[in-house]
Structures are given as C-alpha cells and as structure tokens.
Nanobody, 116 residues
Framework: QVQLVESGGGLVQAGGSLRLSCAAPANIFSIRTMAMSWYRQAPGKQRELVATITSGGTTNYKDSVKGRFTISRDNAKNMAYLQMNSLKPEDTAIYYC????????WGQGTQVTVSS
C-alpha cells in the first residue's frame, strides 16, 4: 500500500515552532497535479482539515491556525511542508499528510505535543 511519510513532529513548549515534512514516493507518483493537505486528530476527537495547498499554489487554512501555520510544497522534491509557529496546547494532535487527485493517499501520522 502506497503511503506518504510524515516527519518533524515532537514535543515543544507553547509559543514554539515545528516544521512538518511529508514525503511522497517519487518512483510511484508525482504530487505535481495533486492537492496536498495536512489534517490532525486530537485524542477523542474527529480528524480535521488544517491546511490545503492546491496544485496551483492556492492555500486555505482552518481559522484557528491562520497566521500561525504555513503550508508549502516542493514539486521537484515531491514533498509538502507545514510550518507551525506560535504553537498552542490545543494544537496537540497526530498530524497526517494527504495527497489527493483521482486517488487519495495518506501517511501514518506524526505526533505533535505542545506543553503549556
């Protein structure tokens, strides 16, 4: 089963920063024509959409992360990123990368824990 690979999670104090990376297997597919998204799932809660970047570079964010998170992509490296600044305890969750076109791909997630 093809999967994306997330990395960059960890434990950080409130107000800190993390940069998440998402690697797609270049020998299997290119993300060039795909929308790339980051989702997160906190304990006991449903998975929610955090940010999306279209193939054309248009970005959209969940209201609570606007101005703090930045999604980006590097098609040449077949990767996507989520820069997270001014982190809050409520950002604590498992963060998942998603690549979408005709098919949908997910990663296994990376844990982000923000301590108060």
């Amino acid at each position: 089963q093809v999967q994306l690979v997330e990395s960059g999670g960890g434990l950080v104090q409130a107000g800190g920063s993390l940069r998440l990376s998402c690697a797609a297997p270049a020998n299997i597919f290119s993300i060039r024509t795909m929308a790339m998204s980051w989702y997160r799932q906190a304990p006991g809660k449903q998975r929610e959409l955090v940010a999306t970047i279209t193939s054309g570079g248009t970005t959209n964010y969940k209201d609570s992360v606007k101005g703090r998170f930045t999604i980006s992509r590097d098609n040449a490296k077949n990767m996507a990123y989520l820069q997270m600044n001014s982190l809050k305890p409520e950002d604590t969750a498992i963060y998942y990368c998603n690549a979408a076109s005709i098919q949908l791909y997910w990663g296994q997630g990376t844990q982000v824990t923000v301590s108060s």
